[in-house]
T-cell receptor
Framework: EAGVVQSPRYKIIEKKQPVAFWCNPI?????LYWYRQNLGQGPELLIR????????DSQLPKDRFSAERLKGVDSTLKIQPAELGDSAVYLC?????????????FGPGTRLLVL | AQSVTQLGSHVSVSEGALVLLRCNYS??????LFWYVQYPNQGLQLLLK??????LVKGINGFEAEFKKSETSFHLTKPSAHMSDAAEYFC????????????FGTGTKLQVIP
């Protein structure tokens, strides 16, 4: 089965520019997560979806970050405008309904560099 | 609230030697515990997890971990390191009741010396 797909893999932008990341989870996985991983740190949750509903967005900086999962399948995370401190790896993960809570399947991530 | 502390941001072992990566957790409810591995430029991959039952958990690639409630620990071990084990390892915790987010540690980078 195909894994979690993310694009682009790398993105370099100047500060104040917008940027968007795309994620396609494993087929049939209802739960989708977006994480941010800063250099030398573990992933930190930004938002969690159950199907198309954002059930935990408490960690999402809503002044500049937005996310959507319109049909409950793929998802987009957007930053507008980007700041220098947004440089990080953005990871998408999905989780099946059955098979164990907390068992997440991660994509390779999008490495963002803001200049 | 849950948290994990990984002792040692970098660990070096010789090929064939024992691997021991330390993780201590804090949780207000019975925890679920995980170890993930991350190879360069890749996402995280689940190595093993503890939910309930047997406290010694075996995972992929010869790794295992033991849940010790009295010590609030979940250390990861492998009897004999292989060069391919060089990666970053993350311990993670999640509360067992209702929806609880997974909280990751800061990671331990394992270097295997030939």
């Amino acid at each position: 089965e195909a894994g979690v797909v993310q694009s682009p893999r790398y993105k370099i932008i100047e500060k104040k520019q917008p940027v968007a990341f795309w994620c396609n989870p494993i087929s049939g996985h209802n739960t989708l997560y977006w994480y941010r991983q800063n250099l030398g740190q573990g992933p930190e949750l930004l938002i969690r979806y159950e199907n198309e509903e954002a059930v935990d967005d408490s960690q999402l900086p809503k002044d500049r970050f937005s996310a959507e999962r319109l049909k409950g399948v793929d998802s987009t995370l957007k930053i507008q405008p980007a700041e220098l401190g947004d440089s990080a790896v953005y990871l998408c993960a999905s989780e099946p309904l059955t098979g164990g809570r907390g068992t997440q399947y991660f994509g390779p991530g999008t490495r963002l560099l803001v200049l | 609230a849950q948290s994990v502390t990984q002792l040692g941001s970098h660990v070096s072992v010789s090929e064939g030697a024992l691997v021991l990566l330390r993780c201590n957790y804090s949780s207000s409810v019975p925890p679920y515990l995980f170890w993930y591995v991350q190879y360069p430029n890749q996402g995280l991959q689940l190595l093993l997890k503890y939910t309930t039952g047997a406290t010694l958990v075996k995972g992929i690639n010869g790794f295992e971990a033991e849940f010790k409630k009295s010590e609030t620990s979940f250390h990861l071990t492998k009897p004999s390191a292989h060069m391919s084990d060089a990666a970053e390892y993350f311990c993670a915790v999640m509360g067992s009741g209702g929806y609880q987010k997974v909280t990751f540690g800061t990671g331990t980078k394992l270097q295997v010396i030939p």
